[in-house]
């Protein structure tokens, strides 16, 4: 192929993406939508983001921003859309405008952490309370999951903490990114991310068998034992290392 | 732009016909594929298709250490920058902070090397992590698919490293890439003695994938976040132990000593309130992360808002040698379709659980697990040239992922089990991927190349240390699944030791100056440099351009 033809393609490539690598060019939008920053009102593209729409209105972030892609928890929106008195709360990276949104993104969840060492600590049911006696404030209303953008069963796993079920706090709080929607909408004032943060960890090292395999092979590793397989592969010269990579493939593994 | 569809299931109606076709060949597709490529195949195919190897879109360094090298132009660019700030402005002699150790970057690497360098005799008091966003917002916290770690009795570390020496062309530095896969499965247990949950099988061993260019199973996942659960329980070890941090303070320069050159803390920048703090330090941790967010030639990308090559700019100025600045990991399956997702990553898991790729006529045409590279090249191949990709709505083409195959292959609720994180983002937009194939195509992933170290995390600047993917040389030209988090883990692991060894030998005489930045602005003098950008950008520019046009900068 010419060489001209992959600068073409990489052209292409470059052209089709411009909308998420160089911002949105109005020109190129058929659909609008309007939206209500912090009482504003904006025309934004009807399929952004809330975070795109809010950098399409001239927004540049430096909170409420993060991974841009639902797994670290910093865009915390909460909104009304007209005409209902609902309040929704979501993750502005993962969430498509709609027409008549009112919104505010959260830039901090205000909580205190427990300090605690997990190894010292025995695996009684009691320590929930110990550290997070709030806890028992809890009066099962429901808002915590009502408010969570990950769609967990967070008064669920708060009832677990109370019960001192670990394994049930950590199987219902495994997806929690830790946003603080919960906790700021929560009228008991319980912090429930720091609790399931504790519990799952109790589990985790208290709960659980040590893992066979890992614990064998590091002591196999202290005594040595590739040594020798290793000094063979760093003496090889390019041909022969690359005649053993080929010959491992071969044994490969898949499903 | 889009033209208004009728979605049926988050699809628009044509693309459902393709879906259709890719519905009729499922069932005789399960335990067959195609063969794997010979690595004489992998080469041609990169030299046709790969982003890195098509001409244009990169040049020469024309300055500091690596002049010379090849670098992609966005790249070049940062690297041949001027510093923010003008050294006469700056007050060196009241530091804000007096600390042992320094660490720039809050990810995996940074945290671990904090609870390292505790671990070997640095109290927590004399450690300070800073942070350009918050603590643990990184790349770390979005690494999906596993962990690399040879601890089966069939795997040895020595496997793990012809793997991955393979995947990188040959080309990674062997005593690193050595230590990489030689202290996994340490880390892999450091990570569950402090709580990290990886998924288990009913006797209690770990559940354990293959990856893209692995040849035994060695992947362990956290379901599908798995650098989400990793970082936020060392977070929680991190400050139960009450190590001190800083948020939103990123590093524009670093400062050197300068009777010897040696780096000796850094200048931070307060994001809230715009002005600077002097950090002295006996001894810096880099651990900035790579630089997704330059859209190296027009891509999307996976990673995060910060990752802006910051630390790599600083530390370039300041005379760290880097290497491999010409490869750019792109990851064959970032989401095509819909709009709102564009880039973001799909988990190889995805492949290593089952899920094929299918061009448009529900055709297999690729080995699912090639590495990265060879890939996401395959995957451009079929659009490009064969012409056989999905047009989607915002002009872009892509490849199906048939994800119902999972199910198929692994058992029924094998996809909800494993992949909550995946379902979620496409439920989120009305495509349910247990029923529906995914449409991908390839995305800026990973930074390669970087800061060179041994496999200490030594730099060639005394006082300079660097861990995780602001680093190169472990992964050569090209990084294979499960070798990311690891490193961070790894070399975050190895550098906290050998900093609080170097603190330990430190005499406190060290003197803080800009010298180096006065040194480059002459270097960029001479090289002739016209019109530099100013950096580290810190963030990428993402403002519409009606509004950008109109903007009047007052305070």
Redesign the interface.
């Known amino acids: ?1 010419a ?2 033809e ?2 073409n ?2 052209d ?15 020109k ?4 609008w939508v309007t939206i209500y920053i912090m009482g504003d009102e904006y025309k934004v ?1 009807a ?3 809330i975070m ?1 729409a809010m ?9 409420s ?8 928890g ?1 865009c915390s929106t909460v909104y009304r859309l007209k005409n209902d008195y609902k309040l929704q709360t979501d993750m502005a990276c ?3 405008v709609q027409d008549g949104m009112f919104l505010v993104q959260i830039p901090f969840a205000p909580a205190d ?7 010292e600590e025995t695996y009684q049911p009691n320590i929930f309370i110990k550290y997070y006696p709030e806890i028992a404030r809890c009066v099962s209303c429901n808002t915590c999951t009502k408010a969570c953008p ?2 967990l069963q967070v008064m669920d796993y708060i009832q677990a903490a109370l019960r001192g079920d670990f394994a049930r706090v ?1 199987e219902l709080s ?2 929690c ?2 946003c603080g929607l919960c906790a700021i909408r929560c009228p008991a004032e319980i912090v429930h991310y720091h609790v399931a ?1 504790l519990g ?6 208290h709960g ?11 002591k196999e ?1 202290e005594k040595g034992k ?1 040594n020798q ?2 000094k063979k ?2 003496d090889m010269d ?1 041909q022969e ?2 005649q ?3 010959d ?2 071969k ?5 | ?4 569809y009728t979605l049926i299931n988050g699809y628009p109606e044509y693309m459902r016909e393709s879906i259709k076709l890719v519905e009729k060949t499922r069932n005789k597709r399960v335990g067959k ?1 195609p063969k ?1 490529m ?2 004489e195949e992998r080469d041609e195919l990169l030299n ?2 790969h ?1 890195d ?5 990169k040049r020469k360094i024309s300055v500091g250490v690596n002049q010379g090298d090849i670098a992609p132009n966005e790249v070049a660019d940062l690297l041949e920058s001027k510093p923010l700030v003008d050294s006469k402005d700056i007050d060196l002699t009241k530091p804000d902070f007096e600390t042992d150790l320094l660490i720039i970057g809050g990810g995996l690497a940074g945290t671990s090397a904090a609870l390292l360098a505790n671990d070997n005799g640095i109290p927590a008091e004399k450690i300070l992590l800073v942070n350009k ?2 603590h ?4 770390s ?2 690494a999906q698919g596993g962990t690399q ?5 069939n795997d ?4 793990h ?3 991955a ?2 995947g990188g062309h ?1 080309t990674n530095k ?2 690193v890439l ?1 230590a990489l896969v ?1 202290e996994a ?2 880390s ?2 450091w990570l ?7 998924d ?1 099988e009913p006797d ?3 559940t354990e994938l ?1 990856g893209g260019g692995t ?3 060695r992947m362990h996942a ?2 599908d ?1 798995t ?3 990793e970082l ?2 060392i977070r ?2 991190f ?4 190590i001190p941090f800083l948020e ?1 303070y990123p590093a524009i320069e670093l400062l050197t000593d300068p009777e010897n050159g040696k780096v000796t803390g850094a200048l931070l920048w307060g ?2 309130t715009k002005e600077y703090m002097v950090v002295k330090a006996k001894a810096t941790i880099m651990a900035t992360g790579g630089f997704g967010r330059l ?1 190296i ?4 990308t ?1 990673n ?2 910060g990752a802006t090559y910051d630390g790599a700019v600083i530390a370039y100025r300041a005379g760290a040698k880097l290497r491999d600045t010409d490869t750019v990991q792109y990851h064959p399956t970032g989401a095509a379709y819909p ?7 799909l988990t190889e898991k995805l492949r ?3 899920a094929q790729p299918l061009n448009k006529k529900g055709e297999s045409f690729v080995y699912p ?1 090639e590495p990265r590279d060879v890939e996401a090249s395959a995957f ?1 191949r079929e659009c ?2 064969n012409d056989n990709g999905v047009s989607t709505p ?4 892509g490849i199906w992922l048939d994800t119902p195959m999972i199910d198929l ?2 058992g029924k609720g094998a996809t909800a089990k494993s992949f ?2 995946m379902i ?2 496409f439920n ?2 009305g495509i349910d991927m247990t029923k529906d194939p995914v449409l991908v195509f390839p995305t800026l992933h990973y930074q390669n190349g970087g800061i060179e170290t041994d496999p200490g995390g030594k730099t060639n600047i005394p006082g300079l240390f660097v861990a995780g993917e602001v680093s190169g040389g472990v992964h050569g030209k090209n990084r294979l699944m499960g070798n990311s988090t690891l490193d961070c883990i790894v070399f975050g692991r190895i550098s906290g030791v050998e900093a609080a060894q170097y603190i330990k030998s430190c005499k406190g005489k060290d003197k803080l100056s800009l010298n180096h930045i006065d040194n480059w602005n002459q270097q960029l003098i001479n090289a002739k440099i016209k019109s530099p950008l100013k950096a580290p950008i810190l ?1 990428p ?8 046009a109109r ?1 009047i900068d007052i305070f």
Request: hydrophobic residues 35%; glycine residues 8%.
């Open positions: 192929m060489k001209q992959h600068q393609i990489m292409k490539i470059a052209s089709a993406n411009k909308s998420v690598t160089t911002g949105v060019d109005e190129d939008i058929e659909h593209p399929d952004l983001t795109q950098e399409f209105a001239g927004f540049k972030f430096t909170r921003c993060g991974c841009r892609a639902g797994f670290c910093a993962q969430t498509r952490k427990a300090a605690y060492l997990i190894n990950q769609d950590a495994f997806d990114i830790q943060q799952r960890r109790m589990y985790s090292v659980l068998k040590k893992e066979e395999n890992v614990e064998n092979r590091v590793i590739f397989d290793f592969f760093l390019e290392i690359k053993a990579y080929r491992q493939q044994s490969k593994e898949v499903y | 732009m889009a033209k208004k594929l794997p010979t690595l046709l298709c982003p190897y098509a001409p244009g879109g966003l918050r643990g917002d990184s790349n916290i979005m770690a040879a601890d089966r009795p040895s570390p020595a496997i490293f012809i793997d020496l393979g040959f062997p005593e050595k030689e499965p340490l892999i247990k569950c003695d402090l709580g990290v949950l990886f288990r209690g061993s770990f293959s040849s035994r199973k956290c379901r976040y650098g989400m659960e936020r329980v929680d070890e400050r139960s132990r009450n939103f994001l809230e859209h030639r027009g891509f999307p996976t995060h808002y709009q709102q997702i564009i880039g973001l990553l290593t659980s089952g697990l451009i490009y040239i915002s002009g872009m083409k292959v692994k909550p994180g979620r983002m989120r937009f963030f520019e993402y403002r519409g351009k009606a509004v950008l903007m």
